[in-house]
């Protein structure tokens, strides 16, 4: 079982990941070398099956049609629309056919989400361009706007499975849930 795992830090979730699928092979990316350091020590028992990537997912390739999932958790947020959906097309053509996406974020009420979006076009519009690329702000959005980009990344099947408080669980699909 191949796994991509984006925005990993220290690998929190790879000790569930590994309870589960304790073959899988993980590529895990993240800006931070000092992060990946920690994921590798504290998980030296799996490094013939971790692959870490200090990069950002972002800009790293991703082989096509490679992963039966792909994970992240609480990195989405900082993105606005445009990038979070050319980001999910991305992720939708590195999944083999029968692949999930799950995404644990962030999440706010529609109302919240505009504020968000006012402050976030507030402070970008007076910035200079070298400075946009390494701002960062949260933009949260709702479990409905969540799901449409989802949507318009090319998945077809889009299911919060968990929601309390602002955060939210999504698993995303090309074929139907079973």
């Known amino acids: 079982m191949e796994i991509l795992d984006l925005g990993c830090?220290?690998?929190?979730?790879?000790?569930?990941?590994?309870s589960k699928a304790p073959n899988a092979v993980i590529t895990?990316?993240?800006?931070?070398?000092?992060?990946?350091?920690k994921l590798t020590s504290k998980y030296s028992r799996f490094l013939d099956q971790i692959k870490p990537v200090k990069g950002s997912y972002l800009i790293v390739p991703f082989p096509e049609k490679k992963y039966d999932y792909v994970v992240s958790f609480m990195?989405?947020?900082?993105?606005?629309?445009?990038?979070?959906?050319?980001?999910?097309k991305k992720i939708r053509k590195s999944m083999k056919n029968e692949g999930e996406y799950i995404e644990g974020d962030y999440v706010v009420s529609p109302k919240k989400e505009q504020q968000f979006l006012l402050e976030y076009n507030h402070k970008i519009k007076n910035m200079k361009a070298f400075e946009r690329n390494i701002f960062h702000v949260d933009i949260p959005f709702s479990n409905k706007t969540?799901?449409?980009?989802?949507?318009?990344?090319?998945?077809?099947?889009?299911?919060?499975?968990?929601?309390?408080?602002?955060?939210?669980?999504?698993?995303?699909?090309?074929?139907?849930?079973?």
């Open 75 to 88: 990195t989405m947020h900082h993105f606005p629309y445009d990038t979070r959906c050319k980001l999910y």
């Open 146 to 178: 969540q799901s449409q980009l989802l949507l318009k990344g090319g998945f077809s099947k889009v299911k919060v499975i968990f929601h309390q408080n602002e955060a939210a669980i999504f698993i995303a699909r090309v074929c139907n849930f079973g």
């Open 9 to 18: 830090g220290t690998g929190l979730e790879l000790e569930g990941i590994f």
């Open 28 to 37: 895990c990316i993240d800006l931070s070398e000092k992060m990946l350091s």
